[in-house]
């Protein structure tokens, strides 16, 4: 069994979330719900298709892919994106391409989930507590 079975993570702190959105293009009323959110994220595996859900107090996005795959998708923010997941241990890795290009590196732990978003000009780092 892997750490993220089983588990989900609420947002417990965020460092420079709001100049992220804001360097990816993202609107001010967008980056203020945004920033003022705690969300919640689950990971779960079904055979080779795993699903990542985010949970907002405002909505919920729900992204499946396999691994190495190039989907299209909407990111929480909005953005139209085409993103591809891969993962080593207990670390995803998502690269989103579309207007711009970002990245999202997810690092699981049995207590705890780091996550670094990274846009062209920003890097913005949040902790995640079990619940």
């Known amino acids: 069994m892997v750490c993220w079975e089983g588990k989900k993570y ?19 009323m967008v980056r203020k719900v ?6 919640t994220i689950e990971l779960k595996r079904d055979d080779e298709i795993y699903t ?4 907002t107090t405002i909505k919920t996005i729900n992204s499946s892919f396999k691994l ?3 989907m299209d998708e909407v990111a929480l923010d909005g953005r139209r994106v085409q993103s591809t997941y891969s993962m ?12 711009y290009f970002s990245t999202v590196v997810y690092t699981f732990s049995d207590y705890q989930l780091d996550c670094v978003l990274s846009s062209p000009n920003v890097k913005c780092t949040q902790i ?3 619940v």
Do not use: A, F, W
């Open 10 to 28: 609420k947002l417990r702190c965020s460092d420079n979330y709001d100049e992220y959105l804001k360097d990816l293009g993202t609107g001010l």
């Open 88 to 99: 080593e241990g207990d670390t995803l890795s998502v690269e989103q391409r579309g207007d």
């Open 52 to 55: 990542l859900t985010t949970t």
């Open 128 to 130: 995640y507590d079990v």
């Open 68 to 70: 190495g795959e190039t």
């Open 34 to 39: 945004l920033s003022n959110s705690y969300p």
